[in-house]
């Protein structure tokens, strides 16, 4: 049974609005505001990185970038995203850290072993967001997607811009493997 156009709609308003909360808290933070953002505030206090100090753009960037994917694509292609974002990049990042090893010779900062992690990670975000979905996954697309994020993940960016990066490729991925309605009022 397809969700009504309402309820979806709510699923988009709820990422809007995360997106737009974390809009707020950066902007607070380049220009210095003194107000504290709900959500977005204990966020930055908790996880902000040292090169995110003095703004948020990690956060900002993925949550614009989720409600862009919500707002734009199928509900595979955003659950997806949303998971290998989320779930690939953070056991990327616990496991690169807390066991070290070898590094990735383009980029120092990161280790072989986180990768392997968010490859690992990624695979199963992507086939739980099929199953979740009553869909069969193909092994050999599920594979590539998280093949393709990884790499992306691992490039020496600007740490935040894999936040952009990430879902937006593994959303447009899926989207040229299986296709579907773009804008869709059902999601």
């Known amino acids: 049974m ?14 809007w609005s995360l997106a737009f909360l974390y809009t707020l808290q950066h902007l607070k933070l380049l220009r210095g505001w003194k107000f504290t953002v709900p959500v977005a505030d204990l966020s930055y206090k908790t996880m902000a990185r040292e090169d995110e100090r003095d703004n948020f753009l990690g956060s900002f960037l993925f949550w614009v970038t989720m409600g862009i994917i919500c ?12 998971w290998v974002s989320t779930f690939g990049d953070c ?11 070898p590094r ?7 280790t072989l072993v986180g ?6 990670v990624s695979v199963l975000a ?3 967001a099929h199953r979740v979905l009553s869909l069969d996954p193909s092994w050999g697309i599920i594979a590539g ?5 990884t790499l992306l993940e691992s490039l020496p960016l600007r740490s935040a811009y894999d936040e952009f ?13 299986y296709g579907g309605p773009l804008l869709s009022s059902v999601w």
């Not at 990768?115 to 690992?120: G, H, L, N, R």
């Open 165 to 177: 990066t990430v879902p937006f490729a593994t959303a447009f991925l899926l989207w040229l493997a």
């Open 2 to 15: 397809e969700p009504s156009p309402f309820r979806a709609g709510r699923r988009s308003v709820v990422v």
């Open 71 to 82: 707002t734009v694509f199928p509900k595979l292609m955003a659950l997806s995203a949303l």
């Open 115 to 120: 990768s392997a992690t968010m490859f690992i």
């Open 145 to 149: 997607i998280a093949l393709v994020a």
């Open 104 to 110: 990735i010779p383009w980029n120092p900062r990161k």
């Open 126 to 128: 992507l086939w739980g």
């Open 91 to 101: 056991f990327n990042a616990i496991t690169g850290q807390a066991l070290g090893g």
